[in-house]
């Protein structure tokens, strides 16, 4: 009796720990997922930047303003299931790239945004290279 009573404190014990390592486990996951998808979005944001401000010639103003922009827009509801869509791997190699900007220059949110902060020959400019931008 006293065997068996051993035997199943030991298995209630071990189904603790496994539970534990569960949730251990869940957790670095999912804060590793939100670790690279910070770094995706710092990196993200700071290569359009330099990519508008290449293209448009944007001044240290809008330069922080679009960085500002693209980092809320990447921050929203609807980009964040966009790029919690790929693999932590295509985050940070690069290969989500090109559908986060795409969707970014298509975005009504950002467009609307990056009008207030552009000049008319500007605006003309970014309506001219969108289409560059998407690639």
Known sequence: MKKIIIILLSLAA???????????????????????????????AGDQVKKLTKKLNLSEKQQSQASDLVVSQLKSDKF?????????????SGGANKEVSKALANDADFKSGMDEILTDEQKKKMGTSEMKMKG
Not at 16 to 41: G, I, N, P, R, Y
């Open 14 to 44: 071990f189904s603790a720990e496994a539970q534990s390592l569960k949730t251990l486990t869940d957790k670095a996951e999912e804060t590793t997922k939100s670790v690279d998808q910070s770094s995706f979005v710092d990196k993200f």
């Open 80 to 92: 964040k299931k966009l790029i919690g869509s790929f693999s932590p791997e295509k985050l940070l």
